[in-house]
């Protein structure tokens, strides 16, 4: 029995998973809120109480970068080790691993009901594949034949350095620059980029805020659902513009990935943000800025481009991580 999960900051994931079973359907689920207990041990043993059944083996996706067996949640004051793990839940047998590695771990097992294909280019035939996921950060891993199945690497690529593309980005970065030490694509292309990004061009585009807008923004937790649902919902141009310069930087990026990898099976956009903004992504300004790569624009042109609009694709990664891990 595999415990498998994916781990935010606001939620967690949960589920007891059989090694001959679906690997989308768990023999007991539950979905969490992450800070309503005091560390992450306390979570997994209530749920597994509740869950009573015998796990001999454990694997998590978790919201941070990964090193040496051990994580930082992202907006939590959490940590995971896989010592600690082994000690409190009595499993030998414990894998943490970033939760867009995990995702990427998903992407072979993904059918069309899964995906929403905007280019179906050429792919080759066991070609690598890349992943970029805006969510709370910017997340990015890749995936390469190795003769015998996909295998993941994770990266931490989303903290390049931002490359303005236009007069209009330029002004953002310089704007940046004057208040944060580095600005990286996660500065702009994630759920803090989204609120800056708006920010940007209402401070300093001249953008109308209208009466309705800004008492939800005021009265919202997460500003971002707000500007979606106004963009997409209720028409407004300053959330439409905000979530079409955000579409425009997550395409350079997603272009500079498939480069920097040669990703000629396909580029995935995972995490919620793609999912939600479909309508913006289907537009053909975003493939137009993803292709936008001087002499290499042919190559990139070739590449697929699809978004995975399975709600959970890092739990179903961190199954089949976890059930290749512990054979």
């Given amino acids: 029995m595999l415990l498998a999960g994916d781990i935010g900051g606001t939620k967690t994931h949960l589920g007891v998973f059989s090694p001959y079973g679906d690997p989308r359907e768990p023999l007991h689920a539950a979905t969490l809120p992450s800070g309503r207990c005091p560390d992450p041990e306390t979570m997994i043993r209530e749920f597994l109480e509740e869950a009573q059944l015998p796990v001999t083996a454990v694997c998590l996706g978790v919201a941070g970068p990964v090193r040496e067996g051990a994580a930082n949640i992202t907006n939590l004051p959490w940590q995971l080790n896989v010592g600690r793990l082994r000690d409190v839940l009595g499993t030998p047998s414990v894998r943490i691993v970033n939760d867009v590695e995990a995702m990427a771990w998903a992407i072979p097992a993904l059918g069309p009901a899964d995906l929403e294909v905007l280019s179906p280019g050429e792919p080759a035939e066991r070609g690598t594949l890349a992943l970029i996921a805006p969510g709370t950060g910017l997340g990015e891993a890749f995936l390469t034949w190795n003769g015998f199945e996909y295998r993941v690497h994770p990266s931490e690529g989303g903290h390049v350095d931002f490359a303005p593309a236009g007069e209009q980005q330029a002004a953002l970065l310089t704007g940046l620059q004057a208040q944060l030490d580095h600005v990286g694509y996660e500065t702009v292309c994630s759920g803090q980029g989204l609120r800056r990004l708006y ?126 891990s512990f054979p």
């Fill in 199 to 324: 920010e940007f061009l209402r401070d300093g585009c001249n953008g109308r805020e209208p009466a309705w807008l800004t008492e939800a923004l005021s009265e919202a937790d997460d500003p971002n659902p707000v500007i979606v649902a106004g963009a997409l919902e209720r028409g407004n141009g300053l959330c439409r513009r905000t979530l079409d310069l955000f579409a425009a930087i997550l395409a350079a990026e997603a272009g500079n990935l498939a480069l920097k990898v040669m990703a000629d099976g396909g580029v995935y956009l995972g995490g919620g943000i793609p999912r939600r903004i479909l309508p913006v992504l289907r537009a053909p300004a975003f493939l137009a800025a993803f292709r936008r790569k001087g002499r290499m624009a042919g190559t990139v042109a070739r590449i697929p481009v699809t978004v995975i609009v399975y709600e959970r694709a890092a739990l179903l990664g961190a199954v089949l991580c976890g059930l290749a």
